[in-house]
């Protein structure tokens, strides 16, 4: 095939190569490099900003000092393709990512993700991830470049075999345009302090706010094991149509997660969230959350819906199942 029939992707033989990796495993199922950590914990509620103004983290007082953040699922069996094994560039997420970049499909972009928790993992668990490709929508046209929306579905189990919890990621796959001249480039600012949410509004939800600096896109991206460099490299970013670094989609979550604990402690435990995101989150700008509380399906379960909006519009919105913890403070 030539590269013009190739690049043409409208309705030729590239799609239909696409579509014959609709549910096909990502490869072998992968062991986490390491078991579920106190110091990959620690670092984590650091870049999330668990940490108070003395450098002491909360998050891990009494019972938290052996259990994981939920929303750290994902991050331990997170792949650095930089460090891979030999059979890793030839596994099929290898081929069908090498597929999508050989026809230009080089940007990446995390859009939504959904995750179910079986239950919380603990310190000393090793954890194992099966992943496949759910789906690949057809050529979108987007702001950054026209693109096809890929999710992946994600599997993880302990050690002895027994279900922990699930994850469908979905990201855009894009052919990069330039970024627009003149937008912001990359500014810092210190690390923002732990501070407390604002009193209840009249609608009854809670706000909270984050300074966002490129310390925090950067090791947020880092403790979650995703080293992309979109998220820590402003020339590659502009080169594929971001103003600046962009914040990881795990680092949102996280964030939400973060939002939850201030205005909630460990009253509540989520059991699922589902996120979407919006308008990018780049080093400069600020989030402020808001949140507000609704009776879930179970009896004394509660769905938060949490949003996270910029000066640009809404970066996140995201429903999180709660049910009530056993060691509420």
């Known amino acids: ?77 997170h792949h650095d393709r930089r460090f891979g094994e030999p059979e890793d560039a030839v596994s099929p997420v290898a081929r069908f990512e090498q597929e999508l970049e050989a026809d230009g499909f080089t940007g990446v972009l995390g859009t939504t993700s959904v995750q179910r928790y079986h239950r919380q993992l603990r310190v000393g668990d090793d954890v194992v991830m099966s992943g496949r490709i759910k789906s690949i929508s057809d050529l979108k046209q987007t702001r950054l470049g026209e693109g096809r929306f890929i999710t992946f579905a994600y599997d993880y189990t302990d050690g002895a075999g027994d279900p922990v919890g699930l994850i469908e990621m979905t990201s855009l796959r894009y052919r990069p345009t330039e970024a627009p001249r003149g937008e912001r480039a990359a500014t810092d600012r210190p690390a923002p302090a732990r501070a407390g949410p604002s009193a209840p509004t009249d609608d009854g939800s809670t706000r909270y706010s984050v300074p966002v600096s490129a310390t925090l896109v950067v090791t947020g991206a880092l403790a979650t094991s995703d080293f992309h460099r979109v998220h820590h490299d402003a020339a590659f970013a502009r080169a594929n149509g971001n103003a600046d670094i962009i914040m990881s989609i795990m680092t949102s979550l996280g964030l939400v997660e973060r939002a939850l604990w201030e205005w909630h402690g460990n009253r509540w435990q989520i059991t699922d969230a589902s996120m979407k995101l919006g308008s990018p989150c780049h080093p400069g700008d600020t989030l402020e959350f808001s949140c507000s509380l609704a009776d879930g399906i179970d009896a004394g379960t509660r769905v938060a819906t949490v949003r996270a909006m910029t000066e640009r519009g809404q970066h996140l919105a995201a429903a999180v199942g709660l049910r009530p913890a056993a060691d509420a403070r």
């Open 1 to 77: 095939m030539s590269s013009d029939t190739a690049r043409s992707d409208r309705g030729t033989a590239f799609p239909e190569r696409l579509a014959g990796w609709v549910g096909a495993a990502t490869g072998a199922p992968r062991p986490a490099p390491d078991p579920v950590n106190l110091p990959a914990v620690r670092r984590w509620c650091q870049a999330m900003g668990f940490a108070d103004e003395t450098g002491h983290i909360l998050r891990l007082e009494g019972e938290g000092s052996s259990l994981a953040p939920v929303t750290m699922l994902q991050a331990w069996a």
